[in-house]
């Protein structure tokens, strides 16, 4: 827990570390760099992993060096949203998104805490950094069928929350694609609905499509055994695919295993612009106009154009 200043520590979780033999692993080679730079939509970027942990800069500036010129940066409670929020508003290559995590909001709401955290993340999503609300949903492989409905609710507050201050969602679905769906046909999806390191095939990608919603794919869209997942990337819009890692999770395809930083987003691109026999650089510009589309541009800077991307410098 090395302070990066008196106000913002780097790391605040801890997925691993030398001490833990399982994670005692070093970051993966940079990839080559990309031509047009593109945007991390998921990341967490609180957590110390490997040998080695880096901090939020040494993430950032790795990722500039390769093209990726900024990440959404996401919490998963209260400490982690404030955090991220605090990151955002010090830092221009990130933007956040606030939120109870689907796995932690039953346990608050059991505790008689919800309420509380709801009206942190109330106040954080005032902030003008703050452009999503996530990651929230539901996540039946976690939770037992008597936690469901608690977690429904609070997925349910979650979208009220987004509608209330004009932000995005950023969705994790995890066993639960069909409730996630009534759930946000049920209240009323917000304008920017995005499900975040998408899991599902090709017929949830069509009710994504008829619905304008977005599927943001992760490194688990490169795995061998991703069929189901490669065919939803071809059958979704152009329009509404986005690209993440969910560091330090989902490293891709060479380097599964190891730990995720925000930099190994181009094995990912490559791999997607495989799979859609699409240009990678055409592909890259395509996913930061949907970047910009959702969250809005990382700077301060005016929005010319989609072509405006082609001049982002990527160093
Ligand atoms: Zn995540």
């Not at 010090?90 to 606030?98: F, H, I, K, S, T």
């Not at 309420?115 to 942190?120: K, L």
């Not at 977005?214 to 869209?221: H, I, K």
Request: overall charge negative; charged content about 20%.
């Amino acid at each position: 827990m090395v302070p990066v200043d008196n106000q913002l520590p780097a790391h605040i979780r801890t997925r691993g570390s030398a001490t833990d033999s399982d994670r005692a692993v070093a970051y993966p080679p940079a990839p080559l760099p990309l031509d047009v730079g593109v945007y991390d939509n998921h990341a967490h970027l609180e957590f110390a992993d490997g040998d080695n942990p880096m901090d939020f800069t040494e993430h950032l500036d790795r990722s500039g060096a390769v093209g990726v010129l900024g990440v959404v940066q996401v919490g998963t409670d209260v400490e982690t949203s404030t955090w991220s929020a605090a990151l955002a508003a010090r830092e221009p290559r990130v933007l956040a998104a606030v939120a109870i995590h689907p796995n932690e909001a039953p346990q608050l709401m059991a505790s008689g805490e919800f309420d509380d955290a709801m009206a942190a993340l109330d106040a954080l999503a005032s902030q003008p950094r703050v452009v999503a609300v996530g990651e929230t949903g539901l996540d039946y492989f976690r939770t037992p069928p008597e936690r469901q409905q608690d977690q429904r609710d609070a997925f349910v507050a979650h979208i009220e929350l987004a509608k209330k201050h004009g932000l995005a969602l950023q969705i994790h679905d995890r066993d639960a694609h069909d409730d996630v769906v009534a759930t946000l046909l049920e209240v009323g999806a917000p304008d920017k609905t995005v499900f975040h390191c998408f899991s599902g095939d090709r017929q949830l990608a069509e009710t994504l499509a008829e619905h304008g919603w977005y599927a943001s794919f992760s490194g688990t869209v490169t795995f061998g055994n991703a069929h189901g997942l490669r065919e939803a990337l071809v059958v979704m819009p152009r329009s509404q695919i986005l690209i993440e890692t969910d560091t330090p999770f989902l490293t891709p395809t060479p380097h599964r295993g190891k730990p995720n930083s925000p930099y190994m987003v181009p094995y990912t691109l490559r791999s997607m612009a495989e799979t859609l026999d699409m240009d990678v650089t055409l592909l890259a510009a395509q996913l930061t106009d949907n970047t910009f589309q959702v969250y809005g541009r990382f700077d301060d800077a005016p929005v010319t154009g989609p072509d405006s991307v082609l001049r982002e410098p990527h160093q």
